[in-house]
C-alpha cells in the first residue's frame, strides 16, 4: 500500500475528506499542475504545519493556456510527484483527468475583472479566467479551510485573494515566499525547458529586482527610472526577449508613477518559447 | 423577542449557522428579492418539511437589473416579508444592505454562457451573470445543502442548476412548481404593478400555454405551429406586447423545431412596463 492516497474523481476526494471535516480537522489545500519542485514542496510543507489534513491537487488545466502546443509542452510525471508529495507530507493527491473536470457541456466561467488586463493577463488572454473558473472548482470539491499559493504567481495570488473575498469563498489563502535556485532563479516547472545557454542568463531576471529593491531603499521613487535599469541589466542577457518590465499597485495591480505606496515591481522575460516570471514586493 | 432572525451581516449568518452545522442539521436555502408572494412561501414550506433549519434571503440586487428605474420600482417591505417568512417556517432571514454584497472594488463574475444567451437573456444583457454572482455568494455565505427556486424562472432554474454542476458547488437544487392564482397567473412580485386591465387579460398567458400543452398532448409537434397557437391566444389580449415565444429544449434551451424531446414551452409578455413570464414543460 502506498504511502499516500491518489484519487481521480471528485467523489473520492469528498468521501476521503467527509470523515476529517467531521471531525473538526482542518484541511489544508495546495493546488498544482505538478512537475513539483522545491515551491510546490513548500507550499506542502506550509500547510502539513498549519492543518491537520493536506491535500494537493494535481491537473494540467486545459482552460488556462493560450496555446494547445504550450499545453501539450507541460511536463507530466504523476509517479514522480506523487513520492515528492508524499514525502513533503501530503496525505491525499487529487489528479483527475480533463473528463473529470470538465464534462460535456461545461458553460460556467468565473472571472475576475480589473486585476487580469495587464502584466500576465495582456499576453495571456483568457488565462486568468481559466484559472480562477478551476480553483473555484477545486475549493467546492476539497472543500479547504487555507489554501497555498506561491508570491512568484504575484498577479495569480492577487487575483484568487480578490475572487475569494467577492465571492465570500469561506477559506483563508496563505501567500508563501518564492523559493529560488542558489543563483536567485525562481523556482519553476518551465525551467526544465531552458537552454544551457538560457538557464545560464536567467539569474539576471532576480539581479534585476534586487537591484531595483536596492535603488528604492537608496531613494528612488521614480517607475519609469526603475524599470529603465531593470532593462539596463536584462540587456546583458542576450537570448532573452522582454514580455514586461511593470512597477504596480500591490494590491490592484495598476501601474504606479511613484513609489509612494506599496507596490508590486514584475517582469515576465522570454527565453525563446519559454516565458518566466518573477516579482518582488517593496513596502513604503 | 421577535419569532424571527432577521440579521444583515455575513458574519451573523455564518456564527448563526455554524452551530447547527456541526450538530449536523441540514440548511435549506431560499433565496429571495422580497416582495414575498405565495410562489415564495411555498419554497419556504418545501424547505420547512425537508430541511432542519431553513434560511432566506431577502435582497434586490442591482447587479441583475438592466434598468436603474426598473431596481428602483422593485418593491420592498421588509417588515411583511419578515412576517411572512416566519409565519412559512423560516428560522434565519438575511437581508443586507448592498454595500454588505457587494463592497468597493468588487469585480469578480460568474458566468454561464450559452443557456443565457436566448428567451430572457436577449432581452436583458448581463442579468443571468448578476443573478449568477449573488447566488453564487449567497450560497457561499449560507452554505445550504439544498436550496429552492421556483420552476416560473425557468431560464434561472436551468441556468443555476448548470452552474451549480459546471462548479461542483456541493448542494442540492430543488425546483419547485409554480405557484398561480385562481385565474392560472403564474404569483410574480410584478402583478402588484399590472393595471386592473392588464391584470384582466394577463391569465392569457397561462391559457395560451395550456392550449400549447393540449395541442402536444393532441399529436401535434411543429415548434412554428405551436408558437402561432400561443400568438394566437395572446391577440386577444390588446395590452400585450410579446417579447418572445419559444419552444426550446428542456435542458440546453436551445431551439427546437419539433416536439421530439422533452421541451419547455416559454412566453414572455410586456403589458406597459411590466414584463411578465410563464412556461409549461413538456415530456414526450
Known amino acids: 500500500m502506498s504511502a499516500i492516497d491518489c484519487v481521480d474523481t471528485i ?8 470523515a476529517a471535516r467531521s471531525r473538526g480537522a482542518s484541511i489544508g ?3 498544482t499542475m505538478g512537475a513539483l519542485h522545491e515551491g510546490h514542496l513548500a507550499l506542502i510543507r506550509e500547510a502539513r504545519d498549519r492543518d491537520d489534513v493536506v491535500v494537493v491537487s494535481i491537473f494540467v488545466n486545459p482552460t488556462q493556456f493560450n ?3 504550450d499545453l501539450a509542452k507541460y511536463p507530466r510525471d504523476l509517479d514522480r ?3 515528492l508529495a508524499a514525502e513533503a507530507g501530503a496525505d491525499l493527491v487529487f489528479a483527475p483527468q480533463v473528463a473529470e473536470m470538465y464534462p460535456p457541456g461545461a458553460t460556467t466561467w468565473v472571472d475576475v475583472e480589473g486585476l487580469t488586463e495587464g502584466l500576465c493577463g495582456a499576453a495571456r488572454p483568457g488565462h486568468f479566467r481559466g484559472v480562477c473558473t478551476v480553483v473555484t472548482k477545486l475549493f467546492n470539491i ?5 489554501a497555498y499559493f506561491g508570491e512568484k504567481d504575484a498577479q495569480q495570488l492577487a487575483v484568487i485573494k480578490r475572487m475569494v473575498r467577492d465571492l465570500d469563498m469561506r477559506l483563508e489563502i496563505v501567500p508563501c515566499p518564492t523559493v529560488r535556485e542558489t543563483d536567485g532563479l525562481a523556482m519553476s516547472s518551465r525551467n526544465v525547458r531552458l537552454t544551457p ?5 536567467a539569474p539576471l531576471l532576480y539581479r534585476a529586482l534586487t537591484e531595483a529593491l536596492v535603488a528604492v531603499e537608496n531613494g528612488e521613487r521614480d517607475a519609469v527610472r526603475l524599470k529603465a535599469g531593470i532593462c539596463g541589466v536584462l540587456a546583458d542577457a542576450d ?8 512597477v504596480v499597485d500591490a494590491e490592484t495591480l495598476q501601474p504606479v508613477v511613484s513609489v509612494d505606496r506599496p507596490v ?3 517582469v515576465a522575460v522570454f527565453f525563446g518559447d519559454v516565458r518566466l516570471i518573477d516579482n518582488v514586493t517593496v513596502g513604503v
Open 11 to 18: 467523489a473520492e476526494v469528498r468521501a476521503g475528506l467527509d
Open 29 to 31: 489545500f495546495v493546488p
Open 67 to 69: 496555446a494547445a502546443e
Open 81 to 83: 510527484d506523487l513520492a
Open 142 to 146: 476539497v472543500g479547504p479551510d487555507r
Open 197 to 201: 545557454e538560457a538557464r545560464a542568463q
Open 239 to 246: 537570448l532573452a526577449r522582454i514580455d514586461y518590465v511593470e
Open 264 to 266: 508590486l515591481i514584475a
